[in-house]
């Protein structure tokens, strides 16, 4: 008698697999078995950081609790996922050499029933629109145009603090402290091309000048920021599946201040015994088309809070974030700390005229600059995906769609010339562009603007723009839907109130 691996019910041959690979600490695997194939369904019972699986090109890979993970916690939104054009979005060629130590096997094609013919064309036209792209130099930086940014950026810090230095005028003052507010916009540009390695091909070298732009001009911590911002281009306006699970965008999770979906705004309910609404959380999401504005103003102080904890190791805003600092640590905690330092050295000597000022005086200087640095921030990356399209985690749809359709395009209009578009918003004019491609320099997005618009016209993608007054209005119009669609539903809910 002679057993044949056909003989072998399926389940088996998967439960064998699943006990003999499974490891901890991201260790590569050493099975007694061949590795196999797994249905996509077996895939996505792996959702969580202690126990991941990923697909890359058709590929499993159990990255189980890996936190040492050099781009972070990142890794742990596509757990249970296919991860083949996020990873290629994010990672230079050859990267993929790294996961072959967890690799247990292969997806069986045919158990991916979400995707027919005409997806699984649409996703290799633009993967064969990104190789394009990269035969065409578009992800090489021009350090001529970063050496200008460099000097422009710099010469604001300049003028800001000579401001403060050279004259007594009140008005003057103010004008210096609106000046601070831009420079740290306009920092935040520049840390955020470098930190996505769109300048060097080093990756350390973008992190050291991340640092710089980061901790030191701007307070804000290198390492909070990778784990925010990787997270939130990984699964934009994506809320979680579950409380444990970490596939869910961190920039919209604003509750109970702002909801961007009815969903999110009952989220509360499940903390509280009896379930229901507590009176804030009625009053916030009411209201939230008018506290917007407000809101932007003060997210500079929330951003400085959250940088300093994750700097000197005093907490973290995420389950993702403190998972990764508990497991990883700062990847530079001296440079951090130190950039850190040194900043609030050189913005305290600034914000209270060199030890001339008086208290009160030195805190309207300080609100000035760091609120009006919220405001130019926020209204820029705001505009970029609020009120746009909300997906739950599990129902997501493919790279590209999730991309282009929770993502709005800033254009010129209403007196805003299409230059001080460009300059203002440093690059993210084109967030649709920047978040397919996000290693693209932003000085070659408007060529491949034309081309990826193009592509979604000829795929029938929904592609958005609109300028800054009418992107606005179109998040304070979406706010107050959900407003509205929230207090209907809490009526019936909860009919006796």
Not at 200 to 221: E, M, P, T, V
Not at 299 to 323: C, D, H, I, M, P
């Amino acid at each position: 008698f002679r057993l044949k691996v056909s003989d072998i019910p399926f389940d088996l041959i998967i439960l064998t697999k699943k006990i003999t690979t499974m490891g901890k600490g991201g260790e590569p695997k050493k099975s007694a078995v061949k590795a196999t194939r797994y249905s996509w369904e077996e895939v996505k019972k792996h959702a969580k950081p202690e126990d991941a699986w990923i697909v890359y090109n058709n590929k499993v890979y159990d990255v189980s609790n890996w936190h040492q993970h050099p781009g972070g916690a990142v890794i742990f939104t596509h757990a249970g996922d296919d991860m083949t054009d996020i990873f290629a979005a994010f990672h230079a060629q050859g990267s993929q050499a790294m996961m072959k130590q967890f690799l247990i096997g292969d997806l069986i094609p045919e158990t991916v029933t979400h995707k027919d013919e005409k997806q699984l064309a649409f996703e290799k036209g633009y993967r064969d629109l990104r190789a394009k792209l990269v035969m065409m130099g578009m992800f090489n930086s021009s350090k001529g145009f970063y050496l200008y940014k460099t000097i422009s950026t710099l010469a604001l810090w300049a003028s800001g603090i000579g401001m403060v230095y050279y004259s007594d005028s009140v008005a003057m003052h103010i004008a210096s402290a609106l000046t601070m507010g831009l420079l740290w916009q306009q920092c935040g540009w520049l840390a955020h091309d470098f930190l996505h390695h769109q300048v060097f091909k080093h990756r350390k070298y973008g992190d050291l000048a991340g640092i710089f732009w980061g901790n030191f001009l701007q307070g804000y911590s290198v390492q909070w920021w990778k784990n925010k911002h990787n997270g939130h281009h990984a699964v934009p306006n994506l809320h979680s599946s579950s409380p444990d699970a970490q596939d869910g965008d961190p920039d919209i999770d604003t509750m109970p201040l702002l909801a961007w979906s009815l969903k999110q705004a009952q989220s509360f309910r499940q903390l509280r015994a009896d379930g229901k609404d507590s009176p804030a959380v009625k009053f916030l999401i009411k209201w939230q088309a008018f506290t917007y504005f407000p809101i932007l103003l003060l997210a500079r102080l929330s951003w400085l809070n959250e940088s300093f904890k994750v700097t000197y190791g005093l907490g973290a805003a995420t389950a993702n974030a403190a998972q990764e600092m508990k497991e990883k640590g700062l990847q530079y905690p001296i440079l951090e700390r130190v950039g850190t330092a040194l900043h609030y050295t050189w913005i305290i000597a600034v914000s209270t005229g060199f030890g001339t000022w008086s208290i009160g005086y030195s805190l309207m200087y300080f609100l000035t600059a760091t609120c009006s640095c919220g405001f130019f921030l926020a209204l820029v990356f705001g505009l970029g995906h609020n009120g746009m399209s909300t997906y739950d985690a599990e129902s997501r749809p493919d790279f590209w769609k999730l991309q282009v359709t929770t993502t709005r395009n800033i254009t010129g209009g209403h007196g805003f010339s299409q230059a001080f578009v460009d300059w203002f918003c440093g690059g993210l004019q084109y967030q649709v562009d920047h978040h397919l491609f996000p290693l693209m320099p932003r000085h070659n997005l408007p060529k491949a603007h034309k081309l990826i618009e193009s592509f979604c016209k000829e795929w029938g993608v929904k592609y958005h723009e609109a300028d800054l007054v009418v992107g606005t209005m179109e998040v304070l119009r979406h706010l107050s839907s959900v407003s509205d669609e929230f207090l209907v539903e809490m009526i019936k809910d909860f009919p006796a109130m």
